[in-house]
């Protein structure tokens, strides 16, 4: 069955400095989303995108983070000055086949630890 | 907002049926959905429901819908250790292409 892959599994780094988190959707998913789930608390929307533009995002979504499908396989998720309450699980989601909506599946995400 | 409510903790003896329970506080969802977390992995749908239903049945999974009173619940016969995870409602307004809203989980323990 197909999946969405999310790589690293898990990223470390130092307050202030920038990270990608990468996605690679199910391949004829059309919608695609990023979500959050801090330890202990709810799995929170961050972001979902369309057609290469932004269709909704919720207020944790601020300009310190940005999307992009830098190619026909790869959604990312930038955090450019990460703090230390960006820590958390990032889950990449992805929806929606030609013709057809579909439930959104989701990938196994990326542990994000800010130091 | 959509909020959506569940107990943190079930445990249930193998063998016995566990049922998991949700309330949402947004009339116009449309579908919502069980997802299943085991530890370290990420979050495998189970099943959804739309809202014109009122139960769905997929082999050892039923799921329960009571509209008018915003509750959902997700049956699950002959509980097995394979079982234990915690176990996400979600709902949302449009199948598949809108956020989803998430409950807080339910842990479910199997005790042998």
């Known amino acids: 069955e197909p999946e969405v892959t999310q790589t690293p599994s898990h990223q470390v780094t130092q307050m202030g400095q920038e990270v990608i988190l990468r996605c690679v959707p199910i391949?004829?998913?059309?919608?695609f989303y990023w979500y959050r789930q801090i330890l202990g608390q709810k799995v929170e929307f961050l972001v979902s995108?369309?057609?290469?533009?932004?269709?909704?995002k919720s207020e944790i979504f601020d300009d310190q983070f940005s999307v992009e499908r830098p190619d026909g396989s790869n959604f990312t998720l930038k955090i450019r000055s990460t703090k230390l309450e960006d820590s958390a699980m990032y889950f990449c989601a992805s929806s929606g086949g030609q013709g057809a909506t579909q439930p959104q599946h989701f990938g196994d995400g990326t542990r994000l630890s800010i130091l | 907002g959509e909020d959506v409510e569940q107990s943190l903790f079930l445990s249930v003896r193998e063998g016995d049926s566990s049922v998991i329970n949700c309330t949402y506080t947004d009339s116009s969802s449309t579908y919502l959905y069980w997802y299943k977390q085991e530890p370290g992995a990420g979050l495998q749908l189970l099943t959804y429901?739309?809202?014109?239903?009122d139960m769905k049945q997929d082999q050892r999974l039923t799921v329960l819908l009571n509209k008018k009173d915003k509750h959902l619940s997700l049956r699950i016969a002959d509980t097995q250790t394979g079982d234990s995870a915690i176990y996400f409602c979600?709902?949302?307004?449009?199948?598949?292409?809108?956020?989803?809203?998430f409950g807080t989980g339910t842990r479910l323990t199997i005790i042998p």
């Open positions: 995108f369309y057609n290469n533009e932004i269709s909704e």
């Open positions: 429901i739309f809202s014109n239903m």
């Open positions: 979600a709902e949302t307004a449009n199948f598949g292409n809108e956020k989803l809203t």
């Open positions: 391949s004829n998913h059309l919608y």
